[in-house]
T-cell receptor, first 113, second 113 residues
Framework: DADVTQTPRNRITKTGKRIMLECSQTKGHDRMYWYRQDPGLGLRLIYYSFDVKDINKGEISDGYSVSRQAQAKFSLSLESAIPNQTALYFC????????????FGPGTRLTVL | KQEVTQIPAALSVPEGENLVLNCSFTDSAIYNLQWFRQDPGKGLTSLLLIQSSQREQTSGRLNASLDKSSGRSTLYIAASQPGDSATYLCAFDRGSTLGRLYFGRGTQLTVWP
């Protein structure tokens, strides 16, 4: 079984809809991250969390919110989706303290029409 | 602003060649550097992590080196195989307590039989 899982894997939605992307991990890591990947732009950090009580904005947090429901679960929400949020979204985890090596989920491909 | 440049952006070679992928960065405060592999439609797989006190890491046919003074890392792939075809990404963190990664845009590698 994969250590970091994401649901759904693919989602097509319409402008203005609320969308939630979920991430679960069995690695026992404290730190979790949400990134988005756009063609030609590489991965950019949206939000990150160091533990259940800790939430921090990344470089592109506008239009997104997150919830850390448990050590193993970190959800990303788009309150009102817009077309330029069409992208590939990745969840990642890392140890704390530790090697900072990050482990990624398989990604969610989101299309906003 | 941290910038990570990967050269070349794309590379196509016949099977059996030894390859060098380059990653350069402008941030002198780099701490750890990580190389990833991304297959189409899939997540990122961690290949090698070079920690702060290290200069290189090896795994099988892969060898990665890090020269902080020159702001460069190289990923060496020996005896390339068609199964090595993927996009290779480098990313670094700045240590501290953040652990967030700064990514390059990747090198798309195709190894043909």
């Amino acid at each position: 079984d994969a250590d970091v899982t994401q649901t759904p894997r693919n989602r097509i939605t319409k402008t203005g809809k609320r969308i939630m992307l979920e991430c679960s991990q069995t690695k026992g890591h404290d730190r979790m991250y949400w990134y988005r990947q756009d063609p030609g732009l590489g991965l950019r950090l949206i939000y990150y969390s160091f533990d259940v009580k800790d939430i921090n904005k990344g470089e592109i947090s506008d239009g997104y919110s997150v919830s850390r429901q448990a050590q193993a679960k970190f959800s990303l929400s788009l309150e009102s989706a817009i077309p330029n949020q069409t992208a590939l979204y990745f969840c990642a985890t890392s140890e704390s303290p530790g090697r900072h090596e990050q482990f990624f989920g398989p990604g969610t491909r989101l299309t906003v029409l | 602003k941290q910038e990570v440049t990967q050269i070349p952006a794309a590379l196509s070679v016949p099977e059996g060649e030894n390859l060098v992928l380059n990653c350069s960065f402008t941030d002198s405060a780099i701490y750890n550097l990580q190389w990833f592999r991304q297959d189409p439609g899939k997540g990122l797989t961690s290949l090698l992590l070079i920690q702060s006190s290290q200069r290189e890491q090896t795994s099988g046919r892969l060898n990665a080196s890090l020269d902080k003074s020159s702001g460069r890392s190289t990923l060496y792939i020996a005896a390339s195989q068609p199964g090595d075809s993927a996009t290779y990404l480098c990313a670094f963190d700045r240590g501290s307590t953040l652990g967030r990664l700064y990514f390059g845009r990747g090198t798309q590698l195709t190894v043909w039989p």
